[in-house]
């Protein structure tokens, strides 16, 4: 678990850092290696890891647009997802998806830039698990902002009516973008949403990834035994802004130096010395985790980009009419002059 944490740490952190050349001084969103919006979790790594430490490859995971944590921590192959953000045609969608949109299908993941949008695929992939009389699992991961969205809501309650195999992972950063949690959500505990769905909820109130491990074990298992799903929500922080070129001037300073000093690694680094885990042997862990993501990142950069006749290809289009030269016309669609 420690040297996946450091993998997601140190990823966003090169990402940050290859994101912003070109961008800068006067900030250019389609400049750069890496163009368009860039969603970063540094902060987030013990939510990820704690929970997909218990997953299997044929269990299903969604996560919102703050997702490479979750995706390491899940196993999708980091040079193709590295690929991906980057735009490169050997990523994970050819590189037409982006960091919002990764899917890796070898280990069933997914995520989305749509707000609470994994919470009924999710449930989808537990309502096909029961049905196929398998012992696998889904897990959907929000952040606490989401959790008054009707796709939230409505999915509880599907899942505990039906009672799936699904544990939602609430993502508790205080912020919903720029506004504190307090001024946009009734309750300080989103666990609290579980109690009208007749389902258990449980939150973790530090970003300790033993003790997230320790909840996830709860969940998971008595999903994996059938008993249904569960609500979990623990708490990460967001040490860095809601995007890249975010000034946050929302938010207090001090808030920010808050979350820096929280740090769910140094956290762990603690306990595993505490344990008699020598520094030799976490400057090794270090060591292999920062290298695969350098070398990942190192790769992609050397990916081709997309023709762009690419842009026609994977898209949807009109059924095709009696005669294939004629386009679709209004009546052929359905819509009106």
């Not at 409505?154 to 009516?161: D, F, P, R």
């Amino acid at each position: 678990m420690y040297e996946t944490m450091v993998m997601a740490r140190h990823y966003e952190e090169r990402l940050q850092e290859e994101y912003l050349e070109g961008k800068q001084p006067a900030f250019d969103i389609s400049a750069g290696p890496i163009p368009g919006e860039l969603h970063l979790a540094a902060g987030h790594e013990a939510s990820g890891v704690g929970v997909c430490h218990h997953l299997r490859a044929e269990d299903t995971v969604t996560a919102p647009h703050r997702p490479h944590h979750i995706a390491i921590a899940k196993g999708v192959d980091l040079k193709a997802m590295t690929a991906e953000i980057f735009g490169r045609e050997t990523g994970l969608s050819g590189g037409k998806g982006g960091h919002m949109h990764l899917f890796d299908p070898d280990v069933n993941f997914a995520c989305s830039g749509i707000i609470a949008e994994g919470c009924p695929p999710a449930v989808g992939a537990g309502l096909a698990a029961k049905k196929r009389n398998t012992d696998s699992v889904a897990v959907a991961f929000l952040g606490e902002g989401a959790i008054d969205q009707g796709a939230f809501l409505e999915s509880l309650n599907l899942a505990s009516v039906q009672n799936l195999p699904v544990v939602f992972v609430i993502e508790d950063n205080d912020w919903a973008i720029s506004m504190p949690k307090e001024r946009v959500t009734d309750v300080t505990n989103g666990a609290q949403r579980a109690a009208g769905f007749d389902l258990p909820g449980t939150r973790v109130d530090a970003d300790d990834v033993i003790a997230i491990s320790d909840a996830a074990t709860d969940a998971i298992g008595r999903a994996r035994d059938g008993n249904g799903p569960s609500l979990l929500e623990v708490q990460v922080h967001r040490r860095m802004g809601h995007f890249m070129g975010d000034a946050e001037g929302y938010r207090p300073d001090a808030d920010k130096d808050a979350a820096t000093r929280r740090d769910s690694i140094e956290r762990l680094e603690t306990k595993l010395r505490a344990s008699d885990i020598d520094d030799e042997t976490l400057d090794e862990l270090r060591s292999r985790a920062r290298e695969r993501v350098d070398d990942a990142i190192e790769w992609a950069k050397e990916q081709p980009e997309p023709e762009p006749s690419a842009a026609y290809e994977d898209v949807f289009s009109s059924p095709p009419s009696e005669d294939p030269e004629r386009a679709p016309s209004v009546a052929d669609t359905g819509g009106e002059d």
